[in-house]
DNA sequence: ATGACGATGCACT
DNA sequence: GTGCATCGTCATG
């Protein structure tokens, strides 16, 4: 962990946000770890929350980058994004993280121990961080987030995952080489 | 290893 | 009523 956010990260284009992610230690809370998974999310983007313009639930992609945008999908899980983006309604998802730090605070919260499987899938990493709708709309300059950038590391490229519409845009992205991931990228990547 | 399935709430048609 | 930016469990190879 090193330095902090630059005042002009969040407003560089959603893509390279959510490539510049990758390797950024998120905490929340002092209970986090190296983000190893992200994908990006655009206004234009038939796959994304915003989508057809700021509506309901979407808003807070629409306000202030810089922030969090949460979600509860399937009735049951939490997911976290990072508002950001050169233009209002774009949003990074955070996929997974390496934990480093909390880490029994993580395995009371998730009820296992496996450090591979903690945070490994946006549900999962939210349940380990403590993510609910308490957090919509919350600073991540502020307590309880905190993040700090790390050297630049070698980025995996590949579709995003459990998408129906516009499945071949290669907006996810991962630290290479991580065992911590939700799922492995195709080759190449 | 891969695949089916249910859980459970809310945005949207 | 339908469809989710998901996960754990169960079954089968």
Request: aromatic share 8%; glycine share 12%; with cysteine.
């Given at each position: 962990m090193s330095k902090p956010v630059p005042a002009d990260f969040w407003t560089q284009p959603v893509v390279p946000l959510a490539r510049a992610l990758i390797g950024t230690t998120l905490l929340v809370d002092d209970v986090g770890g190296v983000i190893t998974e992200t994908e990006a999310y655009d206004i234009d983007d038939p796959a994304s929350h915003a989508f057809g313009g700021p509506r309901g639930r979407?808003?807070?992609?629409?306000?202030?980058?810089?922030?969090?945008?949460?979600?509860?999908?399937?009735g049951i899980?939490?997911?976290?994004?990072?508002?950001?983006?050169?233009?209002?309604?774009?949003?990074?998802?955070?996929?997974?993280?390496?934990?480093r730090y909390g880490l029994e605070r993580m395995?009371?919260?998730?009820?296992?121990?496996?450090?591979?499987?903690?945070?490994?899938?946006?549900?999962?990493?939210?349940?380990?961080?403590a993510i609910d709708q308490a957090l919509n709309g919350a600073p991540l300059d502020q307590p309880p987030f905190a993040l700090f950038l790390g050297e630049a590391p070698e980025i995996v490229t590949g579709?995003?995952?459990?998408i129906t519409k516009a499945v071949d845009h290669p907006w996810r992205f991962g630290l290479r080489g991580s065992r911590y991931w939700s799922r492995a990228f195709p080759k190449d990547g």
């Open positions: 979407n808003l807070i992609m629409f306000g202030r980058v810089g922030r969090a945008y949460v979600y509860k999908i399937y899980h939490w997911c976290l994004n990072f508002v950001g983006g050169a233009h209002p309604g774009s949003a990074v998802l955070i996929r997974a993280l390496e934990p395995i009371e919260r998730r009820n296992l121990a496996d450090p591979r499987t903690l945070c490994s899938g946006p549900g999962k990493l939210a349940q380990a961080l579709p995003r995952i459990g």
